[in-house]
């Protein structure tokens, strides 16, 4: 690439057309909306839609954030799968 920081500023952000969002429309439950919205990826063609970032604090209360992979969701919340020995697994 001959000048890095042209093409980065060329790169559009937010580009649009967006849907429109109604929140007196929207389903009760906060995962109700998920699974629209994962659905829309979905038919969409999103790569790795069940990508998701989880942010923990550690004992300092300064933040970590990583990418894991959605397992499940359900009224009860988004599930993933890793280790507890992991830092995620150690913060709060
Ligand atoms: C696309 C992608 C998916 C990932 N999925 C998982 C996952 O499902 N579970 C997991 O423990 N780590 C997953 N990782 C690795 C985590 O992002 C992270 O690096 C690792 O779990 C260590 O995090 P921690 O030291 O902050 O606990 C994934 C990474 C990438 C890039």
């Known amino acids: 690439m001959d000048d ?3 093409v980065i500023r060329q790169s559009k952000t937010l580009k649009g ?3 429109g969002f109604n929140i007196s429309a929207a ?3 906060p995962y109700q909306l998920f699974l629209e919205w994962f659905q829309v990826a979905i038919d969409n063609g ?8 989880l942010s923990t604090t550690d004992e300092n209360g300064d933040s970590d954030s990583r990418v894991l ?3 499940d969701v359900d009224e009860n919340g988004w599930y993933f799968a890793s280790s507890s020995l992991s830092e995620k697994g150690k913060q709060s």
């Open 4 to 6: 890095t920081r042209k």
């Open 46 to 53: 999103v790569h790795e839609p069940h990508a998701m970032t």
């Open 27 to 29: 389903p009760e439950l």
């Open 69 to 71: 992979i959605i397992k």
């Open 17 to 19: 057309p967006f849907p």
